[in-house]
C-alpha cells in the first residue's frame, strides 16, 4: 500500500517501559510479556496482542494510521 505521510514506527522490548519511552512514535509494539505485546499509539495502549500475531496486528496499525493520514509528516 502506498503510504503518503512518514510514519514513525518503535518496535520495543519492555512493556511496562516501552510505550512510555516511546511516545513519540505514531504506532509501535512493545513485548517482552510472556508471548504476548502491547500495540500502542502515540504512547498509549490500543491492544494486546499474542506472539504469533505481533507483525500482522502492527502492519494493520500502520496500514490504519496511512489511510488516516495521521502520520508524523
Known amino acids: 500500500k502506498e503510504i ?10 519492555c512493556v511496562v ?6 511516545k513519540d512514535a ?3 509494539i512493545a513485548c ?7 500495540i500502542f499509539r502515540k504512547g498509549r495502549v490500543v491492544k494486546t496482542v499474542t506472539e ?9 496499525e500502520i496500514d490504519s494510521l496511512s489511510l488516516d493520514g495521521r502520520g508524523s509528516g
Open 4 to 13: 503518503r505521510k512518514p510514519i514513525k514506527v518503535a518496535v520495543m522490548g
Open 17 to 22: 517501559n516501552g510505550p512510555g519511552e516511546a
Open 52 to 60: 504469533e500475531n505481533f507483525l500482522e496486528a502492527l502492519k494493520a
Open 26 to 28: 505514531d504506532v509501535g
Open 32 to 38: 517482552g510479556n510472556k508471548g504476548r505485546g502491547a
